[in-house]
Structure formats: structure tokens, C-alpha cells
């Protein structure tokens, strides 16, 4: 690694990522992050380390952890956080971030801190907390679930990849507002934000070692690339798992249909702040916080309901007729028709109006001193069968059941809209998705039969199933 010399206000780290080895990446210099100042206060475990590699990967964290929340914390909806922008209760005054937590190509958050792992891979020591994008995408995790407590439990593969693809969005976003990069990347793009740049390739290192142990399971030049032309299909009727360049109902494989449509939708915000004039550096600073604020209105006015990625992308034209009096809309709805979330007949009558009007709104709830606060968003308790699994009863669960704000729909795969699935039906097929992953921990007393293969291999246990007193519940147990 080449040494870059710090001074007292100014520290080396990873510009957007350490990259592929091998890489000719160096450090940069930026001000020294201010860590454990509200509101959103966030930390780095441990003392700087004494060594170059291990200060630049502490700095390049803290650096993303503050830019990250930086992006948020003016955003939190003041109905919803009268006192001001909080992490989820759960997890304290400081998100703190441990960059040493063992040995995996992963990183988690888990209503703790957040967890960053390491592992030697083909010669080269991958460290998942020295990537801004992971760093920024784990933290984009801590910021929804303190937006959106409820969707921690839900029982939906659709929610469990919106929440991974609001990591990868907010490390789209929290890399705009980088003006070095954003020049970057209007160079390697032209101003085509919805091209493949080093935007939109998120944690090129990490995906270079995944792609080392299992060749199949990452984008070749990434992780996961936000710029893609993946179209929607309702992951109840997707495998569980495929390789990276097909779709499955996976959260993160499932992610990248969203993601790809939201950059798409920064890329047609960025030609409509341009107008007839260039696109610059102040062009694309403007979508991209335009861009965070209308995803922030979106989020946290979308109810638990089944069909929740048609949902979000209703609620975001919404904001926009409301924030921007319509000023993105057509970008918005040129984006997610794109993408197949919603049908050209459902982009076009959120727009006439036709889906909704004043007296379908969710009514306004009281909000408890102190206490996080959102519209329209819970989801209901219901049972599936734990007997398939090897459990000896019902397993009770969070379902997205609630009543649509906007009558909307996905896009059939030729044409026409998709019927939406029962929200009992998509917990259903939820929980068996888990089961057939491996990714439910079962305590001893439990494994019997199917159950009783839980703890067979080393995949990470996302949920596990537990005893509240009145029979055995699914529960989250991390994001990774």
C-alpha cells in the first residue's frame, strides 16, 4: 500500500473501495470524521492502530460511518422523531462498528453494532470494514431499521430485500456526495448515471473474493452492480438461490431489482436537474440528496403489505408531487416501469390520481414521548406449520397484511399486471426459503427430524426460533 501522509485534521482512507486485487488503488486524504456527536452518533471499537493498513482501514470506516449518517440524519421525518433522529432503541446512543468481529467474507448488523469480518483469500487479507460501500451498506441497514423498526421482523422476502437494497442504495448515495468521485464518475460515464461506473460496482474487493471461492456467486467486476436491467418477478415464484446472474427470491439476489431501478431513477433526476445545460458536479450533488429525501418520505409512509416494492416506488412519485411538485416524476415512473415493480398503467394512474385520494390515507397515530413513530406500517401475527420442518408446532410469525395505500401493481412478465400474492401466502413462503437455506437457528430441544439440520455447516443463522411463552415464534437475529 502506498503511505499518503496525514496531518492533524486530515486522515488517509479508501476512496470508494480498496478494489480488486490487483489493484491501483491508493489512499486519499479527508477531514477526520467526528465520532460519537449526535444526532446519530456512530464509533469505531479500539484505539487507531499503530500501522498504516490497519489506520487507513479505521479511518476509511469512521470516515463512512459519518458521511453515511451525515446523508440521514437531517431527513428523519420530524412526526416520526419529535425529539430528533435516533438509532433503534435496541441499539444504544452509538452505532458502534467492530472491524476486527472473526473470520468471513461477510459483515452484519445485527441491532447491536454493526460487525465487520475478515479472511485470506488467494494471497490477499480481505477486510470487509476497509470498503466504504459495505461500510455505508451496513449502516444503511442501522438507519432503516430505525426508520422502519417493524420491518426487522417481517416475514417477506420482498421487505428482507428492499432492507439489503436500501444498504445499496445508501452507498450509491453517500458516494455522491463525494466531489472527487462524483467528477469521477461523470468522466467514466458521461453524465449516464445508469452506466456501470465505480458508483454503481459496490464492493469490488469483497465480490473479487467471493468470486475466488465460489465463481458464480458475484457480479464479475463486484459485488452486486446497481446498474443492471433485472425486471421484477414475484419472488414467491423464484428458487431460493441462483447464481448472480440469474434471480432468486434471496434478499440480496432480489435486491438488485430495486436498486437497479432506483439508479436508473437518479440517472433521469440527473438529466431533469440538468435541463438543457450540462451535467456537473452541482447536477449530480442535487439529485442525490433530492434522491435520499424522496426515498426517506417513501419509506417511512409504506405500510407491510405483499406487493411492497410497487408500494415503495407509489409512494416515492407521491413524494415527489408532494416535495418537488412533480418535478421527477416522469424519471420515477420511466424507472420502475423499466424495471417491472410497477405496470405502465399503475406508473400512469398514480399520476391521474386514480389510485388513491385523501380519505384512503392512513390515519395519523399518537405518538409516545420518545418513541420512534410511523404511519400505516405494522405487520400481523399468523401461523405456519412448523411440522414440515420438524417442529413440533406452529410457528408464529410477522406477515405483511396490511391494506395497500395505492392500488397498484407489478408487471407481468409480458404484459399486463401480476396478481398480488396473499400475505399469508408470502410469510409462508418466506419461512420455507429460510429453512431450505440453512438459515434458521433451532434450539436443541426443537431438532428433530428436518430441524434437526440447522446446525450441520457454518452458514449464518439470519433468524432463529424461539419461545416467547405462548408457543415458538420466527425472529431475526441480523442483517448480513
Same mark, same amino acid.
Given at each position: 500500500?502506498? =503511505? ?19 489493484? @491501483? ?9 467526528? !465520532? ?15 500501522? =498504516? ?11 463512512? &460511518?459519518?458521511? @453515511? ?76 431499521? $430505525? ?20 444498504? +445499496?442504495?445508501?452507498?450509491?448515495? $453517500? ?30 474487493? !469483497?465480490?473479487? $473474493? ?19 436491467? &433485472? ?6 415464484? &423464484? ?7 440469474? &434471480? ?14 432506483? !439508479? ?12 438543457? #445545460? ?14 435520499? =429525501? ?5 419509506? @417511512? +409512509?409504506?405500510?407491510?403489505?405483499? *406487493? ?7 409512494? !416515492? ?11 421527477? @416524476? ?26 388513491? +385520494? ?19 406500517? *405494522? ?58 437455506? #440453512? ?42
Amino acid at each position: 500500500m502506498t =503511505t499518503v501522509h496525514e496531518v492533524e485534521d486530515e486522515v488517509s482512507v479508501w476512496e470508494d473501495d480498496p478494489g480488486a486485487p490487483p489493484s @491501483t488503488r491508493t489512499p486519499v486524504l479527508r477531514a477526520r470524521p467526528a !465520532l460519537r456527536t449526535a444526532p446519530l452518533a456512530v464509533d469505531v471499537q479500539g484505539t487507531v492502530p499503530p500501522d =498504516t493498513e490497519g489506520a487507513v482501514r479505521y479511518w476509511t470506516a469512521a470516515e463512512a &460511518l459519518g458521511r @453515511t449518517v451525515a446523508l440521514y440524519a437531517p431527513l428523519f421525518p420530524a412526526d416520526n422523531f419529535p425529539n430528533g433522529a435516533t438509532w433503534n432503541p435496541a441499539v444504544g446512543e452509538v452505532l458502534v462498528a467492530d472491524l476486527n468481529a472473526g473470520v468471513d467474507l461477510n459483515a452484519y448488523y445485527d441491532r447491536g453494532g454493526l460487525a465487520f469480518f475478515r479472511q485470506h483469500v488467494s494471497g490477499v487479507t480481505v477486510w470487509s470494514g476497509e470498503s466504504p460501500d459495505i461500510v455505508s451498506h451496513e449502516t444503511g441497514h442501522a438507519i432503516l431499521d $430505525a426508520l422502519c423498526p417493524w420491518m426487522w421482523d417481517a416475514a417477506s422476502a420482498e421487505i428482507a430485500a428492499f432492507h439489503e437494497s436500501f444498504g +445499496d442504495m445508501t452507498a450509491v448515495l $453517500a458516494g455522491l456526495r463525494l466531489a472527487t468521485l462524483r467528477e469521477q464518475v461523470i468522466g467514466e460515464t458521461g453524465g449516464e448515471l445508469s452506466r456501470s461506473s465505480r458508483l454503481s460496482r459496490l464492493a469490488e474487493q !469483497l465480490g473479487w $473474493a467471493v468470486r475466488q471461492l465460489a465463481p458464480s456467486s458475484a457480479d464479475p467486476d463486484c459485488l452486486r452492480n446497481a446498474s443492471n436491467e &433485472l425486471f421484477y418477478r414475484d419472488p414467491v415464484t &423464484l428458487p431460493p438461490s441462483a447464481p448472480a446472474s440469474q &434471480l432468486s427470491s434471496e434478499p440480496h439476489s432480489f435486491s438488485r431489482v430495486f436498486t437497479g431501478a432506483f !439508479l436508473r431513477s437518479l440517472a433521469g433526476m440527473v438529466h431533469t436537474v440538468a435541463g438543457t #445545460g450540462q451535467i456537473d458536479d452541482d447536477v449530480l450533488r442535487t439529485a442525490g440528496e433530492d434522491a435520499a =429525501t424522496l426515498l426517506v418520505m417513501a419509506v @417511512t +409512509d409504506t405500510a407491510a403489505v405483499p *406487493s411492497y416494492y410497487a408500494q415503495v416506488a407509489a409512494h !416515492l412519485i407521491e413524494a415527489d408531487q408532494e416535495k418537488f411538485a412533480g418535478k421527477y @416524476t416522469a424519471a420515477l415512473q420511466a424507472a420502475f416501469v423499466r424495471h417491472g415493480i410497477l405496470s405502465p398503467a399503475s406508473a400512469e394512474a398514480i399520476v391521474d390520481g386514480a389510485t388513491a +385520494d385523501d380519505d384512503d390515507k392512513p390515519a395519523e397515530r399518537s405518538i409516545a414521548p420518545g418513541v420512534p413513530h410511523q404511519r400505516g406500517a *405494522s405487520t400481523s401475527e399468523v401461523a405456519v406449520s412448523g411440522r414440515p420442518y420438524g417442529l413440533p408446532d406452529d410457528l408464529t410469525v410477522r406477515a405483511p397484511v396490511e391494506s395497500p395505500r395505492f392500488s397498484v401493481a407489478p408487471a407481468a412478465p409480458s404484459r399486463g399486471e401480476l396478481a398480488t400474492t396473499p400475505g399469508e401466502d408470502v410469510a409462508a413462503a418466506f419461512v420455507e426459503d429460510l429453512f431450505r437455506q #440453512g438459515r434458521v437457528a433451532v434450539p436443541r430441544e426443537y431438532q428433530r427430524g428436518f430441524a434437526a439440520a440447522s446446525g450441520v455447516d457454518g452458514t449464518l443463522r439470519t433468524h432463529e426460533v424461539a419461545n416467547n411463552g405462548a408457543g415458538l415464534v420466527l425472529m431475526r437475529r441480523v442483517f448480513d
